[in-house]
């Protein structure tokens, strides 16, 4: 076993050997089957934001091919200058992250030398694109063969930003990510999975072992991926030693200003790092965690971890918070949102949460697939908001309650004609697009889906989805297959509309009715679909008796004749009546036959000018 | 009467008003069985679509939007000055008269509401930000956002002393016949000598049309769905409370000033 191979490496500010520790490291990474392991050891310096490294990474080529090269990502990088990738990029308009950096950071390697090889690597580097030195290629002296691993000995310095795109510090908060360099994908063909980092590109790494020790100033907390299996205060230094097995990144948050707050929920312990004052917002980030834990534990099997860290980032450091890491993520928004109705803190906590299993357990390749984390991870999030909050989800106040799954429609509805759902996300103009197709608009086809073909069916495809590729990278085509083998043929081709761009639009085109010979009445209902995406859908036909008959069109073909028959003439038609086709970007035209006047409207309205005139009038 | 005919005259404003939102939902929902209580049902599916689809239905543009504000600010001036001018030492005794001396201040009304809300919103704003930013450093992050709170309560009080300044004002416009400059500075003087009482008079007013239209508009909410006619009628009652509180408000700075004022002579046609 690779882990059995793990040695204690010394380090020059090291922490004394600890047989104990070293014991336990070894049972929690037992069973590790990791093609990239790191065993780091990090100091971070709180003035200068600096963090020394060094340590070793484990390699094995799983791949069939031999490797003549390495791919290494040098993510801080992105923010070294203005002329990176991601700085050239400019304003996100729609997403996340800035465009002025207080601080630049960078990730200098000093050494990586290949034991195996006998040779010093970092010399022959080159990299991936002019100006960005966050895709490096390392030539290697001779080719690997598959199934033969290297041993990395390497010295680095990671200089953090001023937060941004949720990695660097703020004061002394510091939350660390993609801090070190890290080992692109090699995928099973032989072909490197390796890209400059975009402005909304997230990233891509295959399973291994993390054995990581940060030190760091006695009076900081951290959190960080995995759990510490060592805790040691001696010099004015604290040094914690975590271990993670079976993950594909290791992030770490320290900060002197946090409070903790621990929890267990279902044989995980739950750990949250606020921010002081901040106590009752990570009660309900617990309380909300350990529910959503259960409901995808259920969903798409158990969480294989012993812990979760939930890390609220302080106020000004907001850019790092809403992000997720394995074992480890980052929250935010204020309790504020819930005085006016808002649940923005229970949908971040539980969207993050999900990424536990649509990226930390099925690792995809975020810059290639973003849809295929961000889009089923909201899915699940809109699925579980509405299972604990069903009707009012999203907001609930002034007497209006709004389930997150309408405010995602809507947000589909806008990134309609933008394009294609499944592009890489280097591909995407702006933020608006990204976040519109990638997390609105496949979250929504999903949840059509469900809608439509049966929530049950749709729950067992990606249950199924997730178990069966769990620890490993599934594409695109595991995603279809499971939908097809699950919800069925029509399903699966209406979802490979929907991510190639494909849009609905299912409209009342006319309704009559007469009597007929029996003394009843006759009747048709004319429907029209464009759109490439094929839905069935339901019609309602209230007769002027108050009667209700629903009738449904398989949805094929740009038209649709459907007979009716009943106990008086027709009164009044409703297409889709249950909004289960949710990915049509317009409602109007669904609805005849109905009041065409809006009292409320009008009595809110007038309402609201007498507020308005109260304030603003003279 | 002449409350009785701001209440009317919101009123019917208002409604007026409220007809265009109405109008535009109505096209979005295009005969919806439900009709528009489809917005008040769980999932709010209609709501969000009526929310995104309605203002590219409503029958009205950019322009002509604000100068509808515009021509608002200038007609509701006509009942306030009404109001001002009953309170005068010399109040008008026929409604001739009456509507005489509100056509006159009214341009001077307009460009006091204007003034007057561009102030308030300055102050506010300037205030907030002040208080908040200057505080920064000498609280912990944790603490950060109550510098702004007390910013934004200083800057409500700013607002709020704006308010009262911009009626004494206005009563002088009325009771004095003066320009908008000449009024300031009489009202500034006015409220020197008797902030105190100005100040609770207008304070105690506040507070109970603050908690009035709170629990107008609360009740309004709760019989919007299943009975919006009851909704319909509570919405356009709101409005006498206000005016009524208004009206309270100049009386009460009449027997502040001790009726010293009178309303000045205006005659309709323009001097030579």
Redesign the interface.
Known sequence: MLVAAIEVTSFAAAPPSDPPLATLARAETAAGQGVASYELYAELDAETHRIRGKGVIRWRNASSVPQRELWLHAYLNAFKDERTRLMRRGEPDGFRGGTSLGHHGSLEVHRLRARELDAELWGGVTYGEEDDETDVRVPLPREVAPGESLTLDVEFTASLPSVMLRTGYA?RFHMVAQWFPKLARLEPDGRWAHFSLDRFSEFYADFGDYDVTIDVPEAFLVGATGAPVGDLSEGGRRRVRFIAPRVHEFAFAAWD?FEEVRQLAGGVELVALF????GEEADLELDVATRALAHFAERYGPYPYRRLTLVRP???AAEAGGMEYPTLITTGASTRFRAVGLRSIEAITVHELAHQWFYGLLATNEHRYPYLDEGLTSYAELEVMERFW???S??DG??????E???Y??AA??AEGRGRVDRASSEFADGHAYGGLVYARMATTLRTLARVYGEERMQRALGVYARVHRFSHPRPMDLVAAVKAEVGEAAAVALTAAVEGGSVDVRLDGWESHPDAGGGFVGTVSLRREGAVVLPVEV?V?SARGSVTRLRWDGVGEQGILPWRGDAPM??V?VDPD?RI?LDA??????????????????????????G??I??? | MVVGLAVVY?AL???L???????A?????????????V???????????VV??APSHAPYGAYPLAAAVFV??FA??LP?ALIVASYGSDAPSTWTRACQVALGVAPR??L??AL??TAQTLSFAFTTALVGFASRPFV??????WPFVVGAALGLGFAFGIGIL?DLV?ASVVWRNEGVWASLVWAQRQARQGYRALFVAAAGRALL?AFG?TV??KL??????ER??A??F???G??SI?VALRSSWFGAVARELGAKAVVASLDCEQPD
């Open positions: 004061g200003g921010p002081k004052g901040e302080p106020r000004e069903p009707g009012n999203g907001f002034f007497g209006f309650r709004v389930s799954e309408a405010a429609r809507i509805a806008d309602d209230r009164a009044s409703l909004d949710l317009r409602l109007e035209g669904r609805a005849s036959g109905g009041p065409k006047t809006t009292p409320r409207v009008w009595a809110l309205a007038a309402c609201l000018a007498q507020l005139a109260s603003v009038w003279p | 919101r404003a208002s409604g008003l409220a007809s265009i939102p109405a109008v939902v109505s096209r979005v929902l295009g005969g919806h069985p439900l009709g528009d209580a917005l008040w049902e769980p999932g709010g599916v209609w709501l969000l679509e995104r689809r608002s600010l509701a001036s306030l009304f307009t006091l509401a007057v809300i912990s992050v944790s603490d950060e956002r911009g206005r049309g239209l107008c508009a309004v909410l709760a019989l919007l769905p919006p006619v909704a319909a509570v919405s356009v709101c409005g206000p």
